[in-house]
Structures are given as structure tokens and as C-alpha cells.
């Protein structure tokens, strides 16, 4: 019994410490995460003013770019999947697998071959354990990323839609990541970045009262879009890396908070079972005194006769 008793107390100790680790983990999450959410929030109105602009431009001119110009038979996309470089997030980095899944399905029914590129190890990992072929990837930054980190992705994805004819060239360019809505909600999802759907920023616009500006372009449309094609993919990259930031530290934070509270509910069940225990070796110890005090009295009793 008091084997017993001391199994539960090292356990009690075990998870108390566990308990203590996730704790300033739940801690730290919720504290970067407010870091994340202004970095979002100040990405958010060059992002739209850009997305305007190149919307403007392709409006007011006849011009033929990989940036606005729908292929008539796309046959090659890029999928750019954003995972987490850590665990201990719940399903954050699984549901972004899941949705980059179910886009490579769709995508391969309508006759696109896909290729893909990843951000975060996780990513990396789940392909690399399926021996599935990466075109590239890139670790080290999905928990605070920076513009400098977005170019460096956006770089080969750039050359890919551009050299849609050559070698490697892709027609279509889209992204997974996942979309932070809120402390409690983060949801995967994926966009197409390029080409640019110029009715779907027009109906954004008129739904929300704005008018596109009228712009003259000077030396040409063409070259205005060749200037402005590398920094909308990378805003939009570094936009989405920005959401899949808070979005990780927000499933970390709710990992870590479930993780807690469950150890604190083991510790009780723990402490429940070692007084248990204890308290039955009292009992058994008691038992044992007064067995051994009542044989001690018969035997006395026996001798005096």
C-alpha cells in the first residue's frame, strides 16, 4: 500500500510540472498573439491600396499579363502551403494539410498538374515522410515573419508565373494558410493569388462604395504591371504569413489552455486516489494495532489461568 502511495505522488509532482510548462506556454502565446494581430492590421491597408492599383491599371488597358490575363487552358498551378515550424498548436498546422488537399484534388480533377511549395516544417515533414516531391520550402520564421521572409518566397513563385511557356512554368498561383478571425476562430483556406480576378475586386469595391482611380501610364500599362506583379504577390504572401502567425499562436494558446486545465483535473483525480491510499494504510495500520493489541490480551488472559 504505501507503493502504492508513493506512485501517485510522483505522478502528482510529473504532471505539476507539465502543468507549470504549459501554463507560461498559454502565457506567451496569448501575449504574442496581440503582437501578431497589429502586424495584421497594419499590413491590411497596403495590401488593399496595391490590389486597387494593379486593378486600375488592368481596367484602363488592353494590356496581356500573366498578372490579370486568365490562361484559356490552364494545365499548371503552384500551390503555396503555410504551416507552423513548431507543434503544440492543436490542428493548426493538420487543417492547413487538410485544405491544401482538398485543393490539389480539385485541382487535379480539372486537369492541373500542381506544384508545390511549403512554408513551415510541418508542412515539410508530412511530405517528406510521403516521399511526395516539393518544388521548395522554407523554415525558420512562421511564428514572426517579415517582409524580407515574404520576398524570399514570393521570388521563385514570381519567376514560375512569368515564365509561364518555359521549363517549370505554372498558369495559375495560389495559397493556403489560415485566416485568423478571432481568438476562438481560425479557419484554413485558400485563394488564388494570380491571375488576379479583376470582377471579383470590382464587385469589393462597389460593395463598399469606393470608385477605382483613373491613372495614365507611363512608359506603358505593360511595364507598369511587370513593377507591380513582384510586390503584390509578395504582400499577399506576407498578409498570409502575417494570419498564419496569429492564428499559430492563437491554437497554441487554446492547446496550451486545454493542456492546463486538463492537468489540473488529473492532479485532482491524482490527489483523490494517493488520500484514498493513505488513507486505507491508516486503516490497515490501525487494524493491524488493534489485532495485535486483542491477541496480546488473550494471551495474557490465557496465562493467568
Known amino acids: 500500500m504505501g507503493a502504492q502511495l508513493r506512485v501517485y505522488k510522483r505522478r502528482i509532482q510529473a504532471v505539476t510540472a507539465t502543468k507549470k510548462i504549459t501554463k507560461a506556454m498559454e502565457m506567451i502565446a496569448a501575449s504574442r498573439i496581440v503582437k501578431a494581430q497589429r502586424k495584421v492590421a497594419a499590413s491590411q491597408p497596403y495590401a488593399t491600396e496595391l490590389t486597387r492599383a494593379v486593378t486600375a491599371v488592368a481596367t484602363g488597358s488592353d494590356a496581356n499579363h500573366p498578372l ?3 490562361v484559356e487552358t490552364p494545365t499548371r498551378a503552384a500551390v ?3 504551416t507552423s515550424d513548431r507543434g503544440l498548436a492543436g490542428g493548426y498546422s493538420s487543417n492547413a494539410i487538410k485544405a491544401a488537399e482538398r485543393l490539389r484534388e480539385r485541382l487535379a480533377s480539372e486537369g492541373k498538374e500542381v506544384d508545390t511549395y511549403i512554408v513551415g516544417r510541418k508542412g515539410v515533414a508530412y511530405y517528406g515522410f510521403r516521399e511526395r516531391k516539393v518544388e521548395d520550402s522554407w523554415t525558420g ?30 498558369d495559375e498561383l495560389h495559397i493556403v494558410f489560415t485566416e485568423f478571425v478571432s481568438m ?13 480576378s479583376l470582377d471579383d475586386v470590382a ?30 504577390v509578395e504582400s ?7 494570419q498564419a502567425a496569429a492564428s499559430e499562436h492563437a491554437a497554441r494558446r ?21 488520500n484514498a491510499a493513505r488513507q486505507a494504510e ?5 487494524s493491524e494495532i488493534v489485532g495485535g493489541a486483542s491477541a496480546l490480551a488473550d494471551a495474557t488472559a490465557g496465562s493467568d489461568k
Request: a negative charge.
Open 68 to 70: 490579370t490575363t486568365e
Open 80 to 82: 503555396l502551403l503555410v
Open 141 to 170: 520564421f512562421t511564428d514572426n515573419p517579415a517582409y524580407s521572409d515574404a520576398k524570399r518566397v514570393a521570388a521563385p513563385l514570381i519567376e514560375a508565373i512569368q515564365n509561364e511557356t518555359a521549363e517549370g512554368g505554372v
Open 184 to 196: 476562438m476562430t481560425q479557419n484554413a483556406v485558400d485563394a488564388r493569388m494570380l491571375p488576379l
Open 203 to 232: 464587385e469589393e469595391s462597389t460593395r463598399k462604395g469606393e470608385i477605382l482611380p483613373l491613372f495614365e501610364f507611363e512608359p506603358s500599362a505593360e511595364d507598369v504591371l511587370d513593377a507591380l506583379l513582384p510586390r503584390y
Open 236 to 242: 499577399r504572401i506576407y498578409n498570409a504569413l502575417l
Open 254 to 274: 487554446r492547446a496550451m489552455k486545454s493542456a492546463t486545465d486538463n492537468a489540473g483535473d488529473l492532479i485532482k483525480s491524482l490527489s483523490r486516489l494517493a
Open 282 to 286: 491508516i486503516t490497515q495500520e490501525i
